[in-house]
């Protein structure tokens, strides 16, 4: 058997506006709402620590 992993879920208002814009995101790069989520997180993060 695997590893469990942990799992965090974050939950997160967003405006109508918002979200359509990341739907269109995720339509264009071919991924699904959640991979472009993580993926945008993991892109601050590293942004975060290259400026900290």
């Given amino acids: 058997m695997g ?3 942990d ?7 967003l405006s109508p506006a ?3 814009e990341l739907k ?4 264009e790069k ?3 709402m959640s991979t472009l989520v ?3 997180i993991r892109d601050y993060l590293a942004n975060a620590q290259k400026s900290a």
């Fill in 24 to 27: 269109k995101l995720a339509a």
């Fill in 30 to 32: 071919e991924l699904s």
């Fill in 18 to 20: 918002t979200h359509e």
């Fill in 3 to 5: 590893k469990k992993k």
């Fill in 7 to 13: 799992v965090v879920y974050l939950g997160v208002c």
């Fill in 38 to 40: 993580r993926q945008l």
